[in-house]
């Protein structure tokens, strides 16, 4: 199996490169599945009932999120409704929601996509260590191929949830920082592991906000409104193929493709 993991989808740009995306690629890639995180893709900040049924739309399989995911209140009830979309499973009980869906797909195994957020510069949840341990217990015994969409600012608490989930899930790559880093491996015991997929949104930004404004705010050190650029975009992602019968990864690369 082929899968095609989109980072952060940040504002207009963000979504019209997704749109952009075309069903071809499953031809062109051979994939057979498509995720992305789409918690920036409202104005760069949250994820709008609007927006998010404008994606689910679009040829995507699942959608992931992270801490912007609570800013719009209109979707909760879609985070209660819609199977395709998760938000990070290591919020409390009560959350809307759920952050593991088991995927099936006509003519593929069935894939488990988790969803967790990082503890280190962020928010405060519940452990998303403890939250892998007890999803994974839960899960269906024929479900072997498992991708972990882990939300988290430190690198080095990606790393270590990626060898703390090595050899149990297909894949762990991370998203939030929107910069696509350039350590994708399969690690000892056959998990594909990436730090950061980056972002699908404008190129010429930082990090899809307009860079004057950031400049400014880290130049003056007073708070500043972010405003995303409105620009042609880049999709950034990873592709990455496993094994149906083991859950096993063979390989992962990084993967970037520009939009006019």
């Known amino acids: 199996m082929r899968i095609l993991f989109l980072g952060d989808i940040v504002g207009r740009s963000g979504r019209a490169a997704v749109k952009g995306l075309g069903a071809d690629i499953r031809v062109t890639e051979g994939v057979d599945?498509?995720?992305?995180n789409a918690e920036n893709a409202s104005a760069g900040l949250g994820l709008t009932s609007k927006n998010a049924r404008e994606l689910l739309n679009m040829d995507l399989d699942g959608l992931t999120s992270g801490n912007h995911i609570w800013k719009f209140k209109d979707l909760y009830n879609v985070l209660e409704t819609e199977?395709?979309?998760?938000r990070p499973a290591n919020y409390p009980d009560g959350s809307p929601g759920t952050g593991v869906r088991v995927i099936e797909t006509r003519g593929l195994p069935p894939v488990a996509l988790i969803n967790l957020q990082g503890r280190t510069f962020m928010p405060p949840v519940d452990c998303p260590f403890q939250a892998a341990e007890r999803i994974l217990s839960e899960l269906p015994g024929d479900v072997l191929i498992r991708v972990v969409?882990?939300?988290?600012?430190?690198t080095s608490e990606k790393i270590a949830m990626g060898y703390f989930l090595d050899g149990r899930v297909s894949a762990v790559v991370g998203t939030h920082t929107h910069v696509q880093t350039n350590d994708a491996r399969v690690l000892p015991k056959g998990t594909a592991f990436l730090c950061d997929l980056g972002m699908c949104g404008p190129v010429d930004s930082c990090l899809g906000m307009k860079p004057e404004i950031i400049v400014d705010k880290f130049v003056t050190g007073l708070p500043k409104r972010f405003e995303v650029v409105n620009a042609p975009g880049v999709l950034q992602g990873a592709i990455f193929d496993i094994n149906e019968s083991s859950g096993a990864a063979l390989k992962i690369a990084p993967w970037?493709?520009?939009i006019a």
């Open 149 to 154: 969409d882990f939300h988290a600012e430190a």
């Open 256 to 258: 970037r493709k520009s």
């Open 83 to 86: 199977p395709r979309l998760l």
């Open 33 to 36: 599945l498509i995720f992305a």
